[in-house]
């Protein structure tokens, strides 16, 4: 588990970060979404240190991150995987050595162990045997996974993705979401997700927190988003008649009601 209590964080004189409080769970997927400028990527970086909070603290499983010093955090980090936007591969080195790095950093283990691990995970995102393979030879799905399986390399307690979907074809994002979502489980990992998608919002959004302009504007779960009162989060939501359509379903589904099909742009339950 992850708690965010009270954090503010500012730049040459503007707040960009406004009392932001949160807890955020193991076992499901946690998603930060917001717009651009709204604070969700300056939140996660407080989170994993890469920026100092001007106020309040972080907290990991009742430990404070934000007051431990530099050895303790680097225990932290042991247990935290990341996932880079761009998926953040070093183009020179295989998959093999991709996923490997980490355990090349932080472990002492022999080689034979290492490897034995590299394919364990490689196969659990479903890239057996492209160990050999380079990262431009490699679909932006495919890139995805390996970075997924160097994030997961170390059975980390805690997992950030940084806008996961990046660039991703909605079929392939789909994928990614329940690999993601099956990993959380699996594992029992505290994920924390930012993304834009609004489809991972709907699909793994056990908990959601919704940033305006700095400040938590909502927070719920991807079943009570559907229901919101709150105008800001609906018109960032709902901002496509597509999505609108969808919301429609998704309350007619819940009220046991079928569909009308002319109202739905052609959309079937």
């Not at 431990?68 to 295989?94: C, V």
């Not at 890239?127 to 390996?146: W, Y």
């Amino acid at each position: 588990m992850i708690e965010v209590k009270n954090i503010y964080k500012g730049f040459d004189g503007k707040r960009v970060i406004d009392d932001i409080s949160a807890v955020m769970k193991a076992g499901q997927c946690n998603l930060i979404i917001g717009a651009s400028g709204s604070g969700k990527t300056v939140l996660m970086k407080c989170m994993v240190g890469l920026f100092e909070p001007d106020e309040g603290e972080v907290l990991y499983s009742g430990q404070s991150f934000t007051r431990m010093n530099n050895k303790d955090r680097t225990e932290i980090r042991k247990e935290i995987g990341m996932l880079f936007q761009g998926s953040a591969l070093f183009d020179s080195l295989t998959v093999q050595e991709n996923v490997m790095f980490p355990l090349n950093m932080f472990t002492k283990w022999p080689f034979k162990q290492k490897l034995d691990r590299v394919n364990e995970v490689l196969d659990r995102v479903n890239l057996k045997d492209t160990n050999k393979k380079f990262p431009a030879e490699l679909s932006g799905g495919m890139k995805k996974r390996v970075g997924i399986a160097r994030a997961i390399v170390l059975n980390p307690k805690y997992l950030f993705c940084d806008e996961p979907n990046s660039g991703l074809d909605p079929q392939t994002s789909l994928v990614i979401d329940k690999l993601i979502r099956e990993i959380t489980l699996e594992y029992k990992i505290t994920t924390v997700v930012n993304t834009h998608d609004m489809n991972s919002v709907m699909e793994i959004g056990n908990y959601i927190l919704y940033m305006y302009q700095g400040k938590k504007e909502w927070e719920g779960t991807n079943r009570e988003i559907i229901f919101s009162k709150n105008q800001r989060l609906n018109d960032f939501i709902f901002a496509s008649e597509f999505l609108q359509d969808a919301k429609e379903m998704r309350m007619l589904e819940e009220k046991g009601r079928t569909p009308d099909n002319r109202n739905m742009g052609g959309l079937t339950k």
